[in-house]
Every structure is written in C-alpha cells, then in structure tokens.
C-alpha cells in the first residue's frame, strides 16, 4: 500500500487509506485509530446483554460446575482460535468490508457478494434487535416508557445514527471510553461475588439432575450450552473492519484482537465463578438475569435497577460499534462496484454517510416490523455462515497466493484453522437441527443475493 497522505484538519494529523491517483480523497477513509481503539472495539461489541442471560441458559443444560467453566473455557478457546485466522486475514488483506474482502480475495467475486451481503444483513439486523433490547431495558430502569418501547427503540436508533455524523474521531474516543469501562464494570462484579461472598450464602445443592452419559439427551444438552456460549463471545472479530482506519494494522490489529479476546474470556470465566461461588446451579439455571441474582443475594434487593443500568451500557457499546463497522461493509462493496457509488464517499468527518444512513434506515425496518427471535436467529445463522467462509479463506489464500505478504501467521497451521472451520460448521448444523425455520431463512437470503449479484454484474463499470 502506497504511503498514506497527512494533512491537517483541527489539530491534530489525518491520514487517508489509500494516495493512489485513481481513488478521490473523497473515497478515502481516515487513518486515526490505533491500539486501543481495537482492544475497546473487542470489549465493547463481546461484552453484551448474553453475559447477563446466557450463565442461566449454559446452567440450565449442564449440570455440574465444572462442565459450566468448562464450557465457557471451550468457548474461549474457540473464539482464540478464530481470532488466530482473522489476524492472518487481516493483517494480509489490509482493507475495510471484513469478511466480504477476504471471501472475495480467496475465492472470487460472487462468494464475496455473497458473504458481504450476508454479513451487512446480520449487523444491519443486529442494529435493529439492541435497539429494540436497550429500549425495553430503558423502560425497566423508567417505567413510564413500557407503553412506548417500540417509539423509544425507534428514538434510540436515530440518537445513535445521528451521533455518527460527528465525526470519526468523537465517535471512536466513545467507543473507547465505553469499551474500556464495560470491561472493568464486569471484573469488579465478579470481584465482589467472589471476595464478599460469605460460604453460608450458597444454598446447598450445586447439581441438576443430568441426562444419562449414553443418551442423546446429554450430547444435545452439551451442544445447546455451546452454542449459548459461541453466541456470547461473539464479537471478537469487530477490529477486523477497521484495519483501513487503522495508523500500523499490522502491529496493532494482533495486539487487539489477542488482548481483547483473552480479556473477554477472562472476563467470562470469572464472571461464572463468581456466580457459582455465590448460587447453586438449579438457581443460576432457573434466573432469567443470574447476575442481578447474585448482587441482590450479597446486597440485598436494591442492586436490580444497577444490573439493568449494566444492561443498557453493554447494548450502547455494542450499538456504537455496529454503527461504525455496518456501513464500512458497504463502503467496501461499493468501492468494489458491488453497492451503490454513493456508499464509498466519505465526508468531511471521516464517515462513510450514505452507507451509514442506508444501513441505519434497514435497522429501522426491523426494528418495526421484525420478531426479535427471529431475527436474532437469523442473524447468528448468517454470522457463521460468515466466519465458516472466513477460515475456509485462509487455506485457499495459502494456496492460491503463496507469495502473499503475510506480517503475521496463523499459530499452528493448519490444525488451528481446522478447528476453527469445523467448530463453525458443528455449529451450522447444530442450529439447523435446532432451529430449522430461521435456518432455512438465513438460505433463502443467501440464494437472494445471486440475482441481485446478477443485475450488478450487468451494471458494474468495467474496471
């Protein structure tokens, strides 16, 4: 890549990703963010409500202690394998649109579109659900807004939208700033379970009743808790995007993604001790908000409304996040003559603006019209499909493009990939199985896109 271009704009140095003569500086995105932009960005869109609820739901299928650290062991181990693949990719390919540009660089145009298109349909999506998720939340904490949930998830979207257009440089220090502080919220919870937990707090009876070791009740049980937990870490792979925003990527996209997800599995595993040192099993299996739980058991009655103000920090960051990330996947695909033009123009303030605004108004759609379990199905149905061709990437890039530069290697290769390629597809087919109807959704917005690729093709400019 050619060197970036520096001008000044308020008081500080701005690079653009990209000087060639054939790209405008209005199709440049900035390159402002560095280290501790992506160690935030892997916090702040990992840590989210499904650590407040997925304990109960792993508890509820699990019945011994150790098979619940286990599992969110597993999970974490499964995330760093992943995280593994996307450094290669990423520090590879150095270039906005994720999982679209490294599917289009292994395996040509169409698997891209496809991927690209299916991973902008799952964070567009996800845009709508917090929305919905932080306004129900917000009505907990005022009551007075239960009779206008839907209108104030509507309210939120917009507020969010709109703070994009500030900039950049405003929009990432918050993201910082909120991604930081929902780590150390989360650390000092468990801090408190597990230091001010007395030994007679914990009720007797640490087990549930489990299945027999031979029946398929107990492999189900086992697949359903890890999917509950690969949900929850899900996030993980967010500084992917933003490596065209980035000052150094291939010096600080490493150091982010190894730091934040060891940081957020940390986070997990204690978070699920300090639960257990304070609740048995059938309590934590039983809560809907285990957490919350917790805290009233040390505390008392009173900590509800703190858990619920917890709730609404970890949809906020996660939705900041989907709002910087969402609309760079259009940005690539429109450079790439996939989208409209207008999605690659960035304005004044380094912000893809049509793109966002695209992207915020199918929020919109969904969050009036869509079933939330549906959707939420849906979209981590399309997410996996999505790393699946990711790590599927990484042995057809070796392949095809030996000579690649490649500032860093995959731990391990190829047994690492493989495990990440085939925890991905277990997990496929165990949703399917579990969830037929929102998997065959997911297809059939797949299978969409190849006439939509057809009419593009037609339309693209020739390069």
């Given at each position: 890549m050619a060197n970036p271009v520096s001008v000044c704009f308020s008081s500080s140095p701005v690079s653009f990703s990209d000087d060639s003569p054939a790209v405008s500086r209005s199709n440049r995105l900035w390159r402002i963010l560095g280290l501790s932009f992506g160690i935030a960005t892997s916090l702040g869109s990992s840590i989210g409500v499904g650590i407040l609820r997925a304990p109960g739901l792993v508890a509820s299928h699990l019945s011994h202690p150790a098979a619940i650290i286990g599992a969110w062991i597993g999970g974490g181990v499964f995330a760093f394998c992943g995280t593994l693949c996307v450094i290669e990719l990423g520090t590879s390919v150095p270039k906005a649109g994720g999982w679209y540009i490294f599917t289009r660089e292994a395996f040509g145009d169409f698997p891209g579109?496809?991927?690209?298109?299916?991973?902008?349909?799952?964070?567009?999506?996800?845009?709508?659900?917090?929305?919905i998720v932080l306004g129900e939340y917000l009505a907990m904490l005022a009551p007075a807004l239960a009779s206008v949930s839907r209108p104030a998830s509507i309210a939120i979207l917009l507020g969010f939208l709109l703070f994009q257009f500030l900039g950049l440089r405003p929009v990432s220090r918050f993201q910082e700033g909120i991604g930081f502080l929902k780590g150390l919220v989360f650390l000092a919870l468990a801090g408190a379970c597990l230091w001010w937990a007395p030994p007679a707090v914990r009720p007797p009876g640490s087990t549930v009743p489990s299945p027999s070791l031979a029946s398929a009740g107990l492999f189900s049980s086992i697949i359903f808790a890890l999917q509950a937990v690969i949900k929850t870490y899900d996030g993980w792979q967010a500084p992917c995007f933003f490596t065209e925003e980035d000052r150094n990527p291939n010096r600080n996209l490493p150091r982010a993604m190894i730091i934040g997800t060891l940081a957020v599995t940390v986070i997990y595993v204690g978070m699920n001790l300090a639960l257990l040192s304070v609740l048995s099993v059938p309590e934590i299996a039983a809560s809907k908000l285990p957490v919350a739980d917790a805290m009233a058991r040390i505390f008392g009655g009173g900590t509800v409304k703190a858990i619920t103000a917890l709730a609404v920090l970890n949809v906020a960051g996660l939705l900041n996040t989907l709002f910087l990330a969402t609309p760079l996947v259009l940005f690539a695909m429109a450079r790439d003559g996939w989208f409209f033009r207008a999605a690659s123009i960035v304005n004044g303030k380094g912000v893809p603006g049509f793109a966002t605004v695209f992207s915020g108004v199918a929020g919109f759609i969904i969050v009036f019209g869509g079933s939330f379990e549906r959707v939420f199905a849906v979209s981590a149905f399309l997410t996996v499909?999505?790393?699946?061709?990711?790590?599927?990437?990484?042995?057809?890039?070796?392949?095809?493009?030996?000579?690649?530069?490649?500032?860093?290697?995959v731990w391990g290769y190829p047994w690492i990939p493989l495990v990440a390629l085939a925890g991905s597809v277990a997990f496929l087919v165990g949703d399917t199985i579990e969830d037929t109807a929102s998997a065959l959704w997911a297809l059939g917005l797949l299978a969409l896109c190849y006439p939509c690729y057809l009419v593009l093709r037609r339309l693209r400019p020739t390069p």
């Open positions: 579109f496809a991927i690209g298109w299916a991973f902008w349909l799952s964070f567009a999506s996800a845009l709508g659900y917090a929305c499909v999505c790393y699946t061709a990711g790590y599927a990437a990484v042995f057809a890039l070796r392949r095809r493009q030996p000579g690649l530069a490649r500032p860093f290697k």
